[in-house]
């Protein structure tokens, strides 16, 4: 199996609304991009998979020195070895890597947020760096292109918070922000217990409308013309913005579920996205956030 085809295994196997983007990339754009993803997992894998904090760390200090040694020609890993010539020909840079490993760092280091503030710094290290990263494969020729990728990168990030609520649960984590389930009235232990009330779906509308508002904010921060480049990413938009309405249409029952879309409706929502364009409208999806 070469690197190459050791990314598109990963990233087929995840069955992750990134891999319908892929699909109407140009072969070159499209093995970065696979292998950009494919990173991701392989250092997101490191914190879902072991149980000892030690050798987590350890792995993640491991990928850390592969990003050095892409840099100098000496990648060992698939992932890197796919990786590795793609950097400077869309001008990623090694720190972007490791912002990335640093996220999954800080889920060895805390599970909670005090405050959106300090969530929000985490979402850029898993999400939004990845997001311009993303956006310079994809394509992009104008300075304002990084600042909606990473304001995109945010709203899957909150996307995912929703929808794995009852998941990462069940690992002891809760991404909330503690200052906010204290003003919604939601005690830790009843999200740790799945237990649902209206004060947690009151919390939970405010969560959707921050993250709608993050998609019309990424949406308006995107020059035309980067449009039709930025496609894929857009194709993500709409897929996980279809998935937020989805849980807020089925009453965020999500403490004890794992709500998804059908890969034939996320295919659909990909291939409606490209025809077009890239023209999008989001319909709302509840209560606004205030703050």
Not at 1 to 30: H, I, N, V
Not at 71 to 97: D, F, K, M, R, S
Not at 216 to 232: F, G, I, S
Not at 271 to 290: C, D, I, M, N, Y
């Amino acid at each position: 199996m070469t690197p190459d085809q050791y990314c598109q295994d990963k990233a087929a196997r995840s069955g992750s609304s990134f891999y319908y983007s892929f699909l109407f990339l140009p072969p070159e754009r499209r093995r970065a991009i696979t292998a950009l993803y494919a990173f991701c997992r392989e250092v997101d894998d490191v914190v879902d998979e072991c149980t000892d904090v030690g050798v987590a760390q350890a792995k993640l200090d491991w990928w850390r020195q592969q990003v050095g040694r892409m840099a100098q020609g000496q990648a060992e890993h698939p992932v890197a070895i796919a990786l590795a010539p793609h950097l400077p020909t869309y001008g990623i840079e090694p720190a972007q890597l490791l912002a990335i490993i640093d996220g999954m760092d800080m889920d060895l280091q805390q599970s909670r947020y005090l405050d959106y503030p300090g969530l929000k710094r985490y979402c850029w290290h898993v999400a939004g760096v990845v997001g311009e990263a993303s956006a310079a494969i994809f394509g992009q020729t104008q300075p304002q292109t990084p600042e909606y990728a990473r304001e995109l990168g945010l709203a899957f990030q909150l996307t995912n918070i929703i929808r794995d609520i009852g998941d990462d649960a069940r690992r002891g984590r809760i991404y909330i922000p503690v200052n906010e389930l204290q003003q919604f009235q939601v005690p830790a232990s009843d999200i740790l217990n799945g237990k649902y009330s209206d004060n947690f779906l009151a919390l939970m509308r405010f969560q959707a409308g921050r993250a709608h508002e993050a998609y019309v904010r990424a949406l308006a921060l995107l020059p035309d013309e980067d449009r039709r480049a930025q496609r894929p990413g857009l194709i993500m938009a709409a897929i996980y913005h279809a998935l937020l309405r989805e849980i807020v249409l089925d009453d965020f029952q999500v403490l004890h579920q794992r709500i998804a879309l059908t890969p034939v409706r996320k295919f659909w929502l990909a291939w409606k996205t490209w025809v077009r364009g890239g023209r999008l409208r989001l319909p709302g999806v509840g209560a606004e956030p205030s703050a």
